[in-house]
């Protein structure tokens, strides 16, 4: 079965990079994502990569994919306290209704 | 602006109450899906639906019924509402085999409280 697996807290100064790793299981992943949630809000899709992509770069995200190891991380430059949030990674596969299997969440917290 | 709607941001109820928790997509997407959120656990899926009058259990479908009479609607029912289902719920939709390249919208999430 699936599993994803994420630290649950990270702790970063403004300005600095932010690393949010994710691991996970299914080999048949399709596409992998990340969502942000921000205080009391639902979940918010950020970016998405496909199975057969290395690397994508959007903005101050860049999402790195190491298929081999099953390992996706999502690094935001210039940190600033307005990244403070949950982040999700969460893993798709062929199937009835494209389901999504979630990580843990990873709350990051970006100190002044 | 595209969006999942969920009838309530917080909900409290008693101990055997019957709950419903409605959501209401304007995306005409044919699949949803019901999620609760626990600190540390992540999102764990309870039912989804590809389709009108379709259900699937999820992971935790104990507890929990669901209904979907219209494609727009998504309803999460709790026979009778117990203090270990005291939770956050999200509700999401996505387009039949584009739920892949584009992900879920979600709602704004329902934290229920059982007392």
């Known amino acids: 079965g699936e599993d994803v697996e994420q630290s649950l807290f990270l702790s970063v100064r403004e300005g600095d990079s932010s690393v949010i790793n994710c691991t996970y299981t299914?080999?048949?992943?399709?596409?992998l994502y990340w969502y942000k949630q921000e205080p009391g809000a639902g979940l918010q899709l950020l970016t998405y990569i496909f199975s057969n992509m290395d690397m994508k770069q959007d903005q101050r995200l860049t999402v790195l994919l190491n298929k081999k190891d099953k390992h996706l991380s999502l690094r935001i430059a210039d940190t600033q306290t307005g990244d403070s949030a949950i982040y999700f990674c969460?893993?798709?596969?062929?199937?009835?209704?494209?389901?999504?299997?979630f990580g843990t969440g990873t709350r990051l917290q970006v100190t002044l | 602006d595209v969006k999942v709607t969920q009838s309530s941001r917080y909900l409290v109820k008693r101990t055997g109450e019957k709950v419903f928790l409605e959501c209401v997509q304007d995306?005409?997407?044919?699949?949803m899906f019901w999620y609760r959120q626990d600190p540390g656990l992540g999102l764990r899926l309870i039912y989804f639906?590809?389709?009108?009058?379709?259900?699937e259990k999820g992971d935790i479908p104990e507890g929990y019924s669901v209904s979907r009479e219209k494609k727009e609607r998504f309803s999460l029912i709790l026979e009778s509402a117990s203090t270990n289902q005291t939770s956050m719920y999200l509700c999401?939709?996505?387009?039949?085999?584009?739920?892949?390249?584009?992900?879920?919208?979600f709602g704004s999430g329902t934290r229920l409280t059982v007392v």
């Open positions: 299914d080999s048949s992943s399709t596409y």
């Open positions: 969460a893993e798709s596969y062929t199937g009835t209704a494209s389901k999504l299997t």
């Open positions: 995306m005409d997407h044919e699949n």
């Open positions: 639906s590809y389709d009108v009058k379709m259900k």
């Open positions: 999401a939709s996505s387009s039949l085999g584009t739920g892949g390249s584009f992900g879920y919208t």
